[in-house]
């Protein structure tokens, strides 16, 4: 560890030659692949931007000059060469260090990130302001990838800022991956061209015959570089980019620390919007990871050997029922298509897209298209299931409200990752969901309590004439049998587990396990409660609450879902004129950081220890449990 040794804060790179960068780059590469190979993380497209962040940090005075990494899931060079490799082992540990750029974690992350797409808005957004407040003097690169560019949010900026001509650069870190091969026209456009050694040539060999016309050549080198760049542009993907109104400089081999010093330095004389376009490969220098740089992408442990994963739980996970029974539902229906925006691995989709490839549509990073487009094939007659992160969905709230809800649109949401995702953090919790959809007019919205529920309310959804959200967790993984014949569950109805007296513990989604957890407890100590499995959060199961609230003085909710507007309150809302006492578990009115899912539950009370303790408290004359 020879440089890296010796690297307090990045102006300590200014010094190196290529040389020195690039063995600081091996050495950066080697401390991330072994930290992660131990405690898991975003392993491919950080190894992948090494040469480039160390010569972004090469050229640039960070904290003056800002990099607003796009995702962030690629910044751990970054966070290695801004004080934090010390303590880079704990990142996206309980106390770590965050897996994304955390502006309260250092000075250099201009921003937190997590949701794709938005570093050239930030961008601009910040040399703007610097320009009206007068303190114009450090510069702005936005780094973006390929996946990250599918979506609309940047092109929204970049439309922006070739009409303003802020001097904004934004590298393009073009892998070709998304988590998977990157989808879309655009993709398509800039392999194209990066893909023919031909045309490569052929724009070199412009540059030069531009050079050499007489009067002309000349005039166009004393325009300026970008002149020049321009023209190449014609020969290139930058067309496309000139055109919007951004200097381009490409493509640059991102793991060439020369040329690419080389080209940010170009880049940031330019004077206006300049994308510089980087040709990178993901899983840089651990082979597995470039062979295979989805299952790269985020990893668990895994022994750096041979690349195989280290244990992990057994059982079937709700993502996997969930994928099971959309193929079985699809084996029956030729209606039944899925929609993922690039994120077919994660939900669960892969064996859906190996039996129905021309069934499954991958749109890219683009939540908001994918929302309207399957309400579009809704229209047309078929049975769209849009399977979605709970924490990306937020990003198409009004195509929800507005082009599915309003319009009485059948659309089947399946929303994966809903509550504590735990490492990810606070960007990837799926905490808000049953409140944004709760209020949602029209919409119905379950969750299950077990991966067969999962199945039969997918089952239910695709056979309901409207608009339907199902929400479930990550990974917990449970053993499971098949439901041989699949149910419907009558719409807006609860289920009671357990018949009781005193308490009713009514649970939603992983809150009935808890509440059957803490039920037993508290038969322990002598009290017998009711425990219901909600099941639906909308509509309600009224009927059975009201009932409920004859029966029990007391009855307390349990959901992983903010209590802002969630479950709890829905049953509060209902229940307000009835003289029951109310109790509600969920997750508080706060961000969660990042870490073990269990533990961030038992910090928050979300236990069933915590509940009985809670119950039995204002419970006179029982035992407390401690
Ligand atoms: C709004 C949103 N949707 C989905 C994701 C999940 N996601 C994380 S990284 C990624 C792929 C990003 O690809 P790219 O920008 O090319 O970066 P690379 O990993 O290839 O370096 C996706 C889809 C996300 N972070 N944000």
Redo the contacts with the bound molecule.
Sequence with gaps: MDQLSRICGPSDLHSLTIAELQALADEIREVILSCVSEVGG?L??SL??VELTVALHSVLSSPRDKIVW??G??AYAHKIITGRAECFNTIRQYGGLSGFPCRFESEHDVVGT????TSISYGLGLVEGARLSGHADGRVVCV??????T?GVAFEAMNQAGQLRTPLVVVL???Q???KP?VGAFQLHLNRFRLDPGLTRLREDMERTIARIPAIGARAYSLGKDVKESMKAFLGPGLIFEELGFAYIGVVNGHDIGALREALRQAMDTGRPVLVHVR?I?GKGYEPAEER?AEY?GTGPFERSNGERKAHASGTTYTEAFGRVLVRAARRDPRVVAIT???TQ?TGLEEFEAEFPGRLYDVG?A?EHAVVFAAGLSLAGMKPVVAI?ST?LQ?AFDMLVQDVALQHIPVVFALDRAGLVGDDGP?HHGAFDLSYLRLIPDLVVMAPSSQAQLQHMVHTALDYDGPVAIRYPRGLAAAFSEPKKLKKIAIGTAEVLREGREVALIGIGTGVGLALAAADLLAAAGLQPTVVDGRFVKPLDTALLDELADTHPRIVTIEENVLAGGFGSAVAEHLADSPVRLRRFGLPDRFVAHGDRERLLADLGLTPEAIAAAVLERQPGLARIS
């Design positions: 975003h491919a497209a992948g931007a796009d995702v899931h690629q997590g949701h794709a797409s973006l990838g390929d996946g990250a560019l979506g870190n073009d892998n991956m998304s988590i990157n990178t993901k740089p992408h925006a690039a994120m994660g990073i939540e992160y990306f990003r960007t």
